[in-house]
């Protein structure tokens, strides 16, 4: 079973490849995915990774509340995204 990681507080410059790396420590990724402004492209300091369920709670139990270039990462389970209100 896969399970999804929401990683926050990531500083602005953390690349895919740095935050893959990280996680691999514990086992390996399926994907890792980092979410931009639409508009700027720039990073919105949080992302996305998947993993195996047995890896996954490995590297959140170790992760969370690492530091990173001065930064405390969170890192917890996903959660599904509650559908917003479309507006016309």
Known sequence: MVTNIFVGNLPYSTTVDEMRRLFEEYGPVHSAK???DRM???S???GFVEMDNE???AAIQALD???VDGRAL???QAREREPRPRRF
């Open 65 to 67: 509340g690492y530091e």
């Open 44 to 46: 919105r300091g949080f």
């Open 74 to 76: 969170r890192v917890n």
């Open 55 to 57: 890896p996954a709670q």
């Open 40 to 42: 700027t492209g720039r």
């Open 34 to 36: 980092i979410i931009t």
